[in-house]
């Protein structure tokens, strides 16, 4: 049965990343409100945000500091337009994310979201080039299973199928280099000694395409999109290194792993390098609004910077870029971070975490692996521990445990057979205790069920 607001949702709303059909027999669930890491709907029933709805939130619904911030400049100044006109928190983010991010990334160029951050750095290297005389710079190479956004551009340097196989035809040329897949890794490494032999599927098309490529994008540490996929530092070192030696710009996409959830500020910062381009967007809001930057270095900025009549300049604009609510914000997610501690007791929580989602998972024969990165944790769910024979996807089985999940209060969204935690960094050791338990009882749940079914067939 619907609700009156599930229905009206129903008549008029159209979902991201959904079948509308789905909706029918689950409809979407109404969220009244929010407060820390607990949502509310509209029966007053609570779940623990365990995503961050869709990794943008940082410390929590209705945040008191970051609320009063917004609202303070909302009575101040809400908007204005971005050329030829600037304001104080647009200013002051800059400075601030200049100063706090790897090595020479001085320059701040704002956008309204991910998706056009990465239209951003692939035009701006694109531009670059053609301005520096290297005129057959022209293409980008990207990692198998990589995700970057959704728009044409950001679709076309991404590489999972689900969400670009149909656009195919619409796409750039993007060259294609085998990713690190450390769970499956085919050179049997171990994580902790790596040296990350895989970097030579790198190499080789950086070697045979370096004088027609423009830049390599890559997202630092974690495949996020791909489920969560995790790979060392050891990997990054060697791209930069290759990226310096080929004459080809590096892209790190740390929209989804910028702002502490690796363990440090940014992801980039464990491999010590410091990219051509850095975009960021998601947390830097704590996920209040959207907003998004790319950083890049004194150097690119240079090769479009002349007189007027040489048309050097950047032509990119959205009617909202450096929004100042969404800059004061973010000024206040920065302010939390310096004046709280995050990132150090983020330190001792995703310990905690680990650890127990060690203990209650590792056993599980549904689970291959559970594998964790900062304040990002995975299960890998497996037909086969031993041989690591993924389930079928049309057997949606992460979505059916989401269900069950969602029955008890849990919002534990899956990537195809990954489900993960992502907590926002105001979640207790309590209630880690509650969501890796909760999760468990899903998993758990879900096992049951399909083992008594196929009891049932063999008693038949
Ligand atoms: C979410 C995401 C994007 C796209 O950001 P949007 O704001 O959703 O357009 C790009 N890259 C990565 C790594 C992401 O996780």
Redesign the pocket.
């Known amino acids: 049965m619907k609700t009156d607001m599930q229905q009206r949702d129903f008549n008029h709303v159209w979902h991201p990343c959904s079948q509308m059909k789905d909706y029918e027999e689950f409809p979407p669930i109404v969220i009244k409100k929010g407060k820390g890491i607990y949502l509310y709907d509209e029966n007053g029933k609570s779940y623990i945000d365990a995503v961050s709805s869709w990794?943008v939130n940082l410390f929590g619904h209705a945040n008191d500091r970051i609320s009063t911030a917004l609202s303070r400049q909302s009575t101040m100044l809400e908007h204005v337009i971005f050329a030829n006109f600037t304001h104080e928190p647009a200013v002051l983010l800059a400075e601030k994310l200049a100063s706090i991010t790897p090595g020479n990334l001085n320059k701040v160029f704002f956008a309204d979201?991910?998706?056009?951050a990465?239209e951003v750095a692939l035009k701006m290297s694109f531009q670059y080039h053609q301005q520096t005389g290297k005129t057959s710079k022209k293409r980008f190479l990207a990692l198998t299973d990589a995700?970057?956004?959704?728009t044409i551009g950001?679709l076309s340097v991404g590489g999972v199928s689900l969400y670009n196989e149909v656009f195919q035809p619409l796409l750039l040329d993007t060259i294609r280099a085998q990713g690190p897949d450390c769970y499956r890794c085919p050179f049997s490494e171990k994580q902790e000694s790596c040296s990350a032999p895989c970097i030579a599927f790198m190499e080789e098309q950086l070697a045979r395409h370096h004088e027609e490529l423009s830049a390599v994008i890559i997202?630092p540490l974690i495949q996020?999109?791909a489920g969560m996929k995790m790979y060392p530092p050891a990997y990054l070192k060697k791209l930069r290194e290759l990226c310096k030696a080929y004459d080809v710009h590096l892209i790190a996409?740390e929209?989804?792993v910028g702002f502490g959830r690796t363990g440090t500020m940014f992801a980039c910062e464990q491999a010590g390098i410091t990219p051509d381009f850095m975009c960021l967007?998601?947390g830097l809001t704590g996920g209040y609004l959207?907003l998004?930057v790319v950083l890049t270095n004194d150097r690119v900025y240079q090769a479009f910077y002349d007189d007027y009549g040489t048309g050097k300049a950047f032509l990119h604009s959205h009617s909202y870029t450096g929004n100042p609510l969404a800059c004061r914000v973010a000024l206040e997610v920065l302010n939390i971070f310096e004046e709280e501690n995050v990132l150090e007791s983020n330190l001792e929580k995703s310990a905690y975490m680990k650890t127990l989602a060690e203990q209650v998972f590792s056993q599980h024969p549904l689970v291959g692996e559970y594998r964790q990165t900062g304040m990002v944790g995975a299960l890998e769910l497996v037909m086969d521990k031993a041989t690591k024979e993924p389930f079928p996807s049309e057997d949606r089985i992460g979505y059916k445990i989401y269900k069950i999940a969602l029955e008890k209060g849990l919002l534990l969204r899956p990537l195809g057979n990954v489900l993960y935690f992502m907590p926002p960094y105001v979640i207790t050791k309590k209630e880690i205790e509650k969501m890796i338990h909760t999760a468990y009882e899903s998993v758990q749940s879900f096992f049951q069920e399909t083992h008594d079914k196929k009891e049932v067939l063999i008693h038949e």
Not at 113 to 116: E, F, I, K, M, P
């Open positions: 990794w979201n991910g998706s056009a990465i995700y970057h956004g959704e950001a997202e996020a999109a996409d929209i989804a967007s998601k959207p998004s």
